[in-house]
């Protein structure tokens, strides 16, 4: 669990530092205002990316148990640790409404 953890932090730092320089040389490449050479050398070197530098390719995982399948974006917990949570009323001001 702890190395998936630290796989997942070093690929989402990754993938930051990316999603920058992928903005920067989108941003040189669409200026028109620049010469064609800069230009051209931002359209090159962000061709020049790996494919899987954004952000849609990191999954959201639950905290709890780390689990990728079912997790809710707000709470960050996956379906059955936010039923469990709200069973036994560790999540304030939620309650169950049917018992």
């Known amino acids: 669990m702890k190395k998936l ?3 997942d932090k070093k690929i989402r730092k990754k ?3 990316l999603e920058k320089k992928r903005f920067v040389f989108q941003t040189i490449s669409s200026n028109s205002n620049l010469s064609n050479l800069v230009r051209f050398n931002a359209f090159y070197n962000l061709n020049k990316l790996p494919n899987r530098t954004s952000k849609t390719f990191v999954s959201n995982r639950c905290v709890n148990t780390f689990n990728k399948k079912k997790s809710n ?3 960050h917990f996956s379906r059955m640790i936010f039923l469990r949570l709200a069973r036994n009323k560790k999540i304030h001001g939620l309650t169950k409404s049917s018992w």
């Open 73 to 75: 974006k707000l709470t």
């Open 15 to 17: 993938i930051k530092n």
């Open 5 to 7: 953890i630290a796989k």
